[in-house]
């Protein structure tokens, strides 16, 4: 499975932005897909999961509410949109997949894209 990471950028506090992950190699109907991120000096931490079906979604605390993920399995991809954006929003946003983690925490994800960055400038 490859997975391309994509949509960060540079943008205001209280602005949104949409990642996308796109898929190749495997079909992502059956796989769920995390969002992770990584901030400079902190550990990475999990974002988001949706599970294979996309009937069953997770978020962190610091994200419900303000960001949503969903699923397009007909163009191979999983969607992180992120609104009310805040400085500490800021780092390394990667997407991840596997067969069937038990939890959204990155050790349970083999599969992994290149992170895409998203700057939320204050």
């Known amino acids: 499975v490859q997975l391309q990471a994509s949509g960060g950028g540079l943008v205001q506090a209280g602005g949104s932005l949409r990642l996308s992950c796109a898929a190749s190699?495997?079909?992502?109907?059956?796989?769920?897909i995390g969002w992770f991120r990584q901030a400079p000096g902190k550990e990475r931490e999990g974002v988001s999961c949706i599970s294979g079906g996309g009937g069953s979604t997770y978020y962190a605390d610091s994200m419900k509410g303000r960001f949503s993920i969903s699923r397009d399995n007909a163009k191979n991809t999983v969607y992180l949109q992120m609104s009310s954006l805040k400085p500490e929003d800021t780092a390394v946003y990667y997407c991840?997949?596997?067969?069937?983690?038990?939890?959204?925490?990155?050790?349970?994800?083999?599969?992994w894209g290149q992170g895409t960055q998203v700057t939320v400038s204050s």
């Open positions: 991840a997949a596997d067969h069937d983690p038990e939890t959204c925490s990155d050790y349970e994800f083999h599969y």
């Open positions: 190699g495997w079909t992502l109907d059956y796989l769920a």
